[in-house]
């Protein structure tokens, strides 16, 4: 079955930039609330506020020599043979860690994270995965529209972008794998927050729609509301069937629960 590409990212449009610009900087006193807030109940949503100064962390954005390094480590950690297979796991990895935050304060507390690359230190830890830091914790306020369309600017567009693409040069893998690896992570973010009660399922399911929808996510899976629970089926499959003893995920379009979404849509 052919699989329809993502659109690449787009320059932001003249209204999509006029709307981005009516944001205002949040107190750092509300900016450290609401990151210690997004941890406290599900670490994977959380960030560190300051690097450690033994941390010894690596600047975002990460280097060829940067990724060589974390896919080789994570082929070890794991015993993975083939390097495409880690190094979609670094981008699985790196964009859940990135996204799962920048989404829990948007939806709990109306604000935009930072998260440009220079603001952000990087560590990973076989057997931990990554970590992230904020050098200087700082956040936007403003209309809905504007923060979520600057949400995708700076996560998406300034972050990650270049991240996958230095990965693609490491491995031979495909824009749309890598992309659905960071669709996945939203998700489960979103699934997190509405499952937890932080947002409403109807509130999670709009956001992730909106975002879905923008630049390099569109076309890489459906997310859809039953019964106040989401579910997403993503376009592409991150490989991690081929790790040793690893299995089809929950929203992978080749375990039975996905062929049977791609056979309808789902409403």
């Known amino acids: 079955m052919a699989r329809r590409s993502p659109r690449p990212a787009e320059p932001a449009s003249r209204h999509d930039a006029a709307v981005s610009q009516h944001l205002a900087l949040v107190s750092p006193a509300e900016v450290l609330a609401a990151i210690e ?60 860690r990135l996204v799962g935050p920048a989404v829990a304060v948007l939806l709990r507390d109306g604000i935009l994270l930072d998260l440009r690359p220079a603001q952000v230190e990087v560590s990973f830890r076989p057997g931990q995965g990554f970590g992230l830091a904020l050098a200087d914790p700082r956040a936007w306020r403003g209309p809905q529209e504007a923060v979520r369309l600057r949400w995708s600017q700076v996560v998406l567009d300034e972050h990650l972008a270049p991240l996958i693409s230095t990965v693609r040069h490491v491995a031979p893998l495909a824009h749309q ?38 630049g390099w996510l569109a076309g890489t899976g459906h997310l859809s509301l039953r019964r106040d629970q989401l579910h997403f089926i993503r376009r592409s499959c991150c490989l991690y069937y081929r790790i040793p003893g690893g299995g089809y995920c929950g929203d992978c379009p080749l375990s039975s629960s996905g062929r049977s979404a791609e056979s309808g849509p789902i409403s």
């Open 37 to 96: 807030r997004a941890g406290r109940a599900n670490p994977l949503l959380g960030i560190g506020a300051r690097p450690s100064p033994a941390s010894r962390g690596m600047q975002a954005p990460l280097t060829g020599h940067q990724v060589e390094e974390v896919t080789l480590a994570i082929g070890d950690w794991l015993g993975i043979q083939e390097k495409r297979v880690a190094a979609s796991l670094v981008v699985l990895g790196y964009a859940a």
């Open 177 to 214: 794998l890598l992309w659905g690896n960071v669709a996945s992570g939203l998700a489960g973010a979103l699934r997190a927050l509405a499952s937890d009660g932080s947002v409403s399922p109807t509130v999670a399911h709009g956001t992730g729609e909106f975002l879905l929808e923008r």
